[in-house]
């Protein structure tokens, strides 16, 4: 039995149209994420067989096999929910307050998440993210799926800028898929993350 399964979208592939097609959805959910389903069930597979063998030779490539696959799996599971065709405009409640005192306001936040999507080198993800020492949220680049990644973080709102996640809409110009992202972002999943976030993460790190 595998272990990791593909969660079906929460939406149809055509909800986020115009923002993102139901093609690159389509493609995006049932090629991309299940590659990662497989590839993070296949390296736990080929890990169990190094035990069970005593040929622990693999575990390094093993290891870095299951490390990318999982958190493709993760963060996409993630960027679904974040994304709905209800969504766009601005924050309300604890998270557009929160975003006010940590980022300065939200149009600063906004441009900051921004940039660090523009700036990607590569492939890699834009993240918000709660950061359970520093008990605030702050904006990370994952580099391919894990990179930059500190412990401790919780995802709250990821963008994908692989590619393969905006290329057949928007060709070379990102900067046209990260402003349309604006459009379907959200906010309350946003804001059930955070607060499951600060509920889980209390005491864990910081006594
Ligand atoms: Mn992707």
């Known amino acids: ?23 690159i959805m389509e493609l995006h959910h049932d090629k991309h994420h299940q590659a990662y389903v497989t590839g993070a069930n296949i390296a736990l597979d080929q890990l169990a067989e190094a035990r069970d063998s005593g040929n622990l030779a693999n575990v390094n490539k093993l290891t870095k096999d299951l490390a990318f696959n999982l958190a493709g799996h993760v963060n996409h599971s993630i960027f679904w929910t974040n994304l709905s065709p209800d969504g766009g405009d601005r924050p309300t409640g604890d998270i557009a307050a929160v975003i006010d005192d940590s980022f300065g306001s939200f149009d600063k936040f906004t441009a900051h998440f921004t940039a660090a999507a523009m700036g990607v080198q590569g492939s890699g993800w834009a993240a918000l993210v709660y ?34 996640a905006y290329y057949l809409d928007y060709a070379n110009v990102r900067a046209d898929y990260v402003k349309a992202f604006w459009n379907i972002v959200s906010w309350s999943n946003v804001q059930e993350r955070f607060t499951t976030a600060q509920k889980q993460t209390a005491g864990l790190l910081v006594p």
Request: hydrophobic share 40%; glycine share 4%; no cysteine.
């Open 131 to 164: 950061d359970s020492i520093g008990q605030r949220p702050i904006v990370l680049q994952y580099h391919d799926q894990q990179q930059d990644f500190p412990a401790g973080t919780i995802p709250l709102l990821l963008l994908d800028v692989w590619e393969h």
């Open 1 to 23: 039995m595998p272990v990791y399964s593909l969660p079906d979208l929460p939406y149809d592939y055509a909800a986020l149209q115009p923002s993102i097609s139901a093609r």
